[in-house]
């Protein structure tokens, strides 16, 4: 006797699509048979399909900006996660300088995120001027089960930029040590230069601060550390296709760098950012040319995009307007947790490569495979069933946040039941899963093979 049988899905594992039923035992998959078994529970995904779980790798839930904290906590966030299919998110840890303070950091973080409903994962991080080695950063990360670690390559100002040097030093350890480096990448020196210019900037000069420029030169200089280096490098929120195609033009595709973009990098451009309501569409790096997202979404469509994460970060419309006219008061970050799916599937029609980037690559990336991102027997049943015919209008922000960026757009694909460790969490814009059923998931260190 099973206690959930899935039956007549297309099942879509991110290699194929085929019609079978999915049976469900003690919270993980037991087994895909063509045959039909009794179970407790029955669901109907006939015309349907049924996918592994989501696993967003880049959310920031509560993080403080200055006297703003971001809107979704881990309750509210899962709660939107689920709604979006999405099973597993990966937040990050403060930037640390110290080892105790990678510690602490942790642990606080561990703390907060106790109500989370679905399962969850750390990137450590690293602040300026650390006071520890590459190689000491890299062991706590590990012992700690957040073999991933994040760097910046800009924000001098705020004291969380990493040195080439030091980065360079990571990528060339990262592989052998079993850690992925991820890089916001920006150049910083760049960015020093043009705020020269201005007195007091405004949220619509924001593209224009921080340019495409600054984006590519960043992204070429680490990707080629952690190719020289034969490291593991993950490139955050890639916002312009041209980014993209300078890699694949002159470093080609390569093994030792994957490249995340944002939905919002393909939806918005810097002229919406120049617009009246340009405040609610603050983001770093920012919105850029409507030409860069056309060759980002040609970039997705042909396969160098490896992952993609939200960056979701949102704050309330009143604290994207009370600073309208002081850009440097300005919490960065919008919501887009819940709506991913739809938004790429609305792009590239292609169940396969959407299940590929939003599950498959991101579990592989960050060492959550195969008890994520499959439907392989044996593994946590985190399954995502959805309807691709279903058009809609996106309307409100699904977690805290009281606007969505995204309101109005029209898009194909909508996640109809979300099933974490064999149970129904999310259905019909309804949640049945209580708090604090997630947990954190310890990694072991990742070797991309
Ligand atoms: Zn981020």
């Given at each position: 006797?099973?206690?959930?049988?899935?039956?007549?899905?297309?099942?879509?594992?991110?290699?194929?699509?085929?019609?079978?039923?999915?049976?469900?035992?003690?919270?993980?998959?037991?087994?895909?048979?063509?045959?039909?078994?009794?179970?407790?529970?029955?669901?109907?995904?006939?015309?349907?399909?049924?996918?592994?779980?989501?696993?967003?790798p880049h959310v920031h839930f509560g993080l403080k900006l200055?006297?703003?904290t971001s809107?979704?906590d881990f309750?509210?966030g899962?709660?939107?996660?689920?709604?979006?299919?999405?099973?597993t998110v990966i937040d990050f840890l403060e930037p640390a300088s110290t080892i105790d303070e990678l510690h602490r950091n942790f642990e606080t973080r561990r703390d907060f995120a106790n109500d989370s409903?679905i399962d969850f994962a750390f990137h450590s991080c690293i602040g300026g001027s650390p006071a520890f080695s590459a190689e000491e950063c890299i062991e706590h990360s590990v012992k700690i089960g957040c073999p991933s670690i994040k760097i910046f390559?800009?924000y001098?100002?705020s004291n969380r930029m990493t040195e080439?040097g030091f980065l360079?030093s990571m990528l060339r350890q990262s592989k052998k040590n079993g850690v992925v480096i991820l890089s916001h990448?920006?150049?910083?020196?760049?960015?020093?230069?043009?705020?020269?210019?201005?007195?007091?900037?405004?949220?619509?000069?924001?593209?224009?601060?921080?340019?495409?420029?600054?984006?590519?030169?960043?992204?070429?200089?680490?990707?080629?550390?952690?190719?020289?280096?034969?490291g593991q490098?993950y490139?955050v929120?890639?916002?312009?296709?041209?980014?993209?195609?300078?890699?694949?033009?002159?470093?080609?595709?390569?093994?030792?760098?994957?490249?995340?973009?944002?939905?919002?990098?393909?939806?918005?451009?810097?002229?919406?950012?120049?617009?009246?309501?340009?405040?609610?569409?603050?983001?770093?790096?920012?919105?850029?040319?409507?030409?860069?997202?056309?060759?980002?979404?040609?970039?997705?469509?042909?396969?160098?995009?490896?992952?993609?994460?939200?960056?979701?970060c949102?704050?309330?419309?009143?604290?994207?307007?009370?600073?309208?006219?002081?850009?440097?008061?300005?919490?960065?970050?919008?919501?887009?947790?819940?709506?991913?799916?739809?938004?790429?599937?609305?792009?590239?029609?292609?169940?396969?490569?959407?299940?590929?980037?939003?599950?498959?690559?991101?579990?592989?990336?960050f060492g959550l495979?195969?008890?994520?991102?499959?439907?392989?027997?044996?593994?946590?049943?985190?399954?995502?069933?959805?309807?691709?015919?279903?058009?809609?209008?996106?309307?409100?922000?699904?977690?805290?946040?009281?606007?969505?960026?995204?309101?109005?757009?029209?898009?194909?694909?909508?996640?109809?039941?979300?099933?974490?460790?064999?149970?129904?969490?999310?259905?019909?814009?309804?949640?049945?899963?209580?708090?604090g059923?997630g947990k954190f998931i310890h990694r072991n260190p990742i070797v991309?093979?």
């Amino acid at each position: 006797m099973y206690n959930l049988g899935i039956l007549n899905g297309n099942i879509c594992d991110g290699f194929n699509i085929y019609k079978s039923n999915v049976f469900i035992k003690n919270g993980k998959i037991d087994c895909i048979s063509d045959r039909i078994f009794e179970s407790d529970k029955i669901i109907d995904a006939e015309n349907k399909f049924v996918t592994p779980g989501f696993v967003d790798p880049h959310v920031h839930f509560g993080l403080k900006l200055g006297k703003y904290t971001s809107a979704d906590d881990f309750y509210s966030g899962s709660k939107a996660a689920l709604s979006g299919g999405v099973t597993t998110v990966i937040d990050f840890l403060e930037p640390a300088s110290t080892i105790d303070e990678l510690h602490r950091n942790f642990e606080t973080r561990r703390d907060f995120a106790n109500d989370s409903m679905i399962d969850f994962a750390f990137h450590s991080c690293i602040g300026g001027s650390p006071a520890f080695s590459a190689e000491e950063c890299i062991e706590h990360s590990v012992k700690i089960g957040c073999p991933s670690i994040k760097i910046f390559t800009t924000y001098s100002d705020s004291n969380r930029m990493t040195e080439d040097g030091f980065l360079n030093s990571m990528l060339r350890q990262s592989k052998k040590n079993g850690v992925v480096i991820l890089s916001h990448s920006e150049n910083d020196s760049i960015i020093r230069e043009i705020a020269k210019n201005y007195k007091k900037p405004v949220y619509s000069d924001l593209s224009d601060l921080r340019p495409s420029i600054s984006e590519i030169e960043a992204v070429m200089r680490v990707s080629l550390f952690s190719i020289l280096n034969d490291g593991q490098l993950y490139i955050v929120h890639v916002s312009s296709g041209e980014s993209i195609e300078m890699v694949q033009k002159i470093l080609k595709k390569h093994k030792n760098v994957k490249i995340e973009s944002c939905p919002q990098y393909f939806y918005f451009t810097k002229n919406l950012v120049k617009s009246k309501k340009g405040y609610l569409y603050t983001y770093c790096p920012p919105a850029r040319s409507a030409r860069e997202s056309e060759i980002l979404a040609y970039e997705l469509k042909n396969g160098n995009i490896d992952s993609i994460g939200t960056d979701h970060c949102p704050f309330m419309k009143s604290e994207k307007i009370e600073n309208k006219d002081d850009y440097l008061k300005m919490p960065n970050g919008i919501p887009s947790l819940g709506l991913t799916f739809s938004l790429i599937n609305t792009l590239n029609r292609n169940m396969i490569q959407s299940v590929r980037l939003m599950s498959v690559n991101p579990a592989k990336i960050f060492g959550l495979y195969p008890e994520k991102g499959t439907l392989l027997p044996g593994t946590d049943a985190d399954i995502t069933i959805i309807d691709d015919e279903k058009q809609f209008i996106v309307g409100n922000a699904p977690g805290n946040c009281d606007y969505s960026p995204y309101e109005g757009i029209d898009v194909n694909g909508k996640v109809e039941k979300t099933i974490i460790h064999g149970k129904i969490a999310y259905e019909n814009d309804k949640i049945f899963v209580k708090k604090g059923e997630g947990k954190f998931i310890h990694r072991n260190p990742i070797v991309w093979g």
